[in-house]
């Protein structure tokens, strides 16, 4: 499954236990459709992980157009009061960055995958971010 969207906000690296860490961003995809000859527009936020490295963490941020490659999860958990949830997250395999960064990471402007050393400017998990 592939979407496209912009990041909302810098992604975050979290621990999950000593030897793991995530990279977590949201991206917002866009949908345009006309109803009754009006044009429309909703905004779908998409909460996402990538679990192969937390190297990639700087080049993703706000604002930034991405295509991602990878597939949906339903993660249960229990709220505050007890009651059994649940939410969707795309676990990303695959992230094509589609416009430069913000940030100038390291000195250097390595704001895509491309620039970053990668030719097809796709990061994947044998990829330099692991």
């Not at 992230?95 to 390291?106: D, E």
């Amino acid at each position: 499954m592939e979407i496209t969207g912009r990041l909302v906000a810098d992604a975050t690296v979290r621990a999950v236990n000593e030897d793991k860490k995530v990279t977590g961003f949201r991206v917002a995809v866009n949908r345009r459709y006309k109803s009754q000859g009006e044009q429309k527009e909703e905004t779908a936020y998409i909460d996402c992980t990538y679990w192969l490295g937390e190297g990639i963490a700087p080049f993703l941020t706000k604002g930034m157009l991405v295509q991602l490659s990878g597939f949906m999860t339903a993660e249960p958990w229990v709220s505050r009061d007890g009651e059994p949830m649940a939410s969707l997250r795309f676990r990303t395999d695959e992230i094509n960055m589609l416009t430069k960064s913000a940030k100038n990471v390291g000195g250097k402007n390595k704001s895509t995958a491309k620039q970053a050393g990668d030719k097809k400017g796709v990061i994947k998990p044998s990829g330099q971010f692991n």
